[in-house]
């Protein structure tokens, strides 16, 4: 008798399928029909169109939170400095008076913004930043004459997506959600 295990493998032996293995009555084989896979793709679609508003609100109102953060620590690390140093330092728009489109400046030096460069932000497209024309720490830490509080928007933005970096009289920025009041 010959061993059913070695059957396949032996040249004069018929291979024979195992019948044990047989499907049962009604199997058919696995897969998914034309119909079952466009509901799918409609429930997708659906859920998509559902989801893609919320998505773009969370997208704007997490641009709007990292430009704050930035404006933010910008202000802390100019403060930062002034103390370090004893001596004035400056945060000014890159370019002209519009910090969104060209980013910003920490500069040591003399007051109209020309001083060695200690730091320099990118600037944030599609983001309204509106603030003071420049702000000065001197060496207490303390701004030289008060600002205007910096606010930050964005096209089609509620107000409530808003963001406002107010600094304090002793020169501590603070970051509140919403408009600048």
Known sequence: MVDQRLTPFLPHARFQPDRRRARPAG??????????LMVVVALVAILLGLGVPGFRELITATRIKNASFDVFSSLIHAR??????NADVRICPASGTDWAS???????GPTDCTGTTLKTQDPYPNIT???PATMSFNGMGRLNAAVNP????????SAAQSRCVIIDPSGRPVTKTGACS
């Open 27 to 36: 199997f058919s084989v696995q897969g998914f029909t034309l119909i079952e």
């Open 80 to 85: 930062s400095e002034a103390i370090t140093r």
């Open 102 to 108: 060209s980013g910003w400046t920490i500069r040591i």
């Open 129 to 131: 930043i509106t603030g």
């Open 150 to 157: 910096i606010s930050l928007t964005a096209a089609g933005a």
